[in-house]
T-cell receptor
C-alpha cells in the first residue's frame, strides 16, 4: 500500500483558513486520495476524496497536485469543532491509516 | 439509528476469556471492516470482508477471528483475550468503488 506523509501537528486560529498538506510520492494511477478526520472519543469521519481533479463539498476542499504526488485539504474557515486528527489515505481496496495531523484550533 | 452500530460500547474482561464484539450496519453495503486503535496512534486493520462469503486478514489479525453472519452483520472475536488487546475497536462499512467509509462509534475494550 502506498504511503502518505503528513505533519504531526498544525495550529490555526478560529475563522482562519487551514491548509493541511499530504505527500504521497508513490501514488499509483488508480489510488484515490481520501481524507478522514477523527474527533476526540469518536470514530473517523469521512471528509472528502478525489482522484485527479480538485473537489469541493460542504465540509472542505481538496486540492490535488497535477502530478498527484501531493494534496492539500482546505478548511475554509476553521471552527473549534474542526479540532481533530486528520488522516490522508490512499485508498486501494481498503483504507490503511497513518498517524495523521493533529489540528488545534484556537479561539 | 446510527448507520453503523457497535455493541458493547465498553467492556472489561479478564485475561483468557473469549469475547465477541458485534457490528451491524444499515447502509446496505457489502463491505465491512474491523480496526483497532491504540492510544495516540492511528487505526490498524484487523480483518475485512467484501461480501458474506469473503473474509480477509488485515495488518494485525493474530489473536482475532471474525464472522460475517449477514450482509449487515460482522462480528469480531478474541478467542483468549490478553492485556495487549486492550484498545478501541472500530467497525466500518463501505460500498464498492472509491466512496467513503462509514465508521461506528467504537467499542472500548479493557483486558485485565
Amino acid at each position: 500500500d502506498a504511503k502518505t506523509t503528513q505533519p504531526n501537528s498544525m495550529e490555526s486560529n478560529e475563522e482562519e483558513p487551514v491548509h493541511l498538506p499530504c505527500n504521497h510520492s508513490t501514488i499509483s494511477g488508480t489510488d484515490y486520495i481520501h481524507w478522514y478526520r477523527q474527533l476526540p472519543s469518536q470514530g473517523p469521519e469521512y471528509v472528502i476524496h478525489g482522484l485527479t481533479s480538485n473537489v469541493n463539498n460542504r465540509m472542505a476542499s481538496l486540492a490535488i497536485a497535477e502530478d498527484r504526488k501531493s494534496s492539500t485539504l482546505i478548511l475554509h474557515r476553521a471552527t473549534l469543532r474542526d479540532a481533530a486528527v486528520y488522516y490522508c489515505i490512499l485508498r486501494t481496496d481498503k483504507l490503511i491509516f497513518g498517524t495523521g495531523t493533529r489540528l488545534q484550533v484556537f479561539p | 439509528d446510527a448507520d453503523v452500530t457497535q455493541t458493547p460500547r465498553n467492556r472489561i474482561t479478564k485475561t483468557g476469556k473469549r469475547i465477541m464484539l458485534e457490528c451491524s450496519q444499515t447502509k446496505g453495503h457489502d463491505r465491512m471492516y474491523w480496526y483497532r486503535q491504540d492510544p495516540g496512534l492511528g487505526l490498524r486493520l484487523i480483518y475485512y470482508s467484501f461480501d458474506v462469503k469473503d473474509i480477509n486478514k488485515g495488518e494485525i489479525s493474530d489473536g482475532y477471528s471474525v464472522s460475517r453472519q449477514a450482509q449487515a452483520k460482522f462480528s469480531l472475536s478474541l478467542e483468549s483475550a490478553i492485556p495487549n488487546q486492550t484498545a478501541l475497536y472500530f467497525c466500518a462499512t463501505s460500498d464498492f468503488g472509491p466512496t467513503g467509509y462509514t465508521f461506528g462509534s467504537g467499542t472500548r475494550l479493557t483486558v485485565v
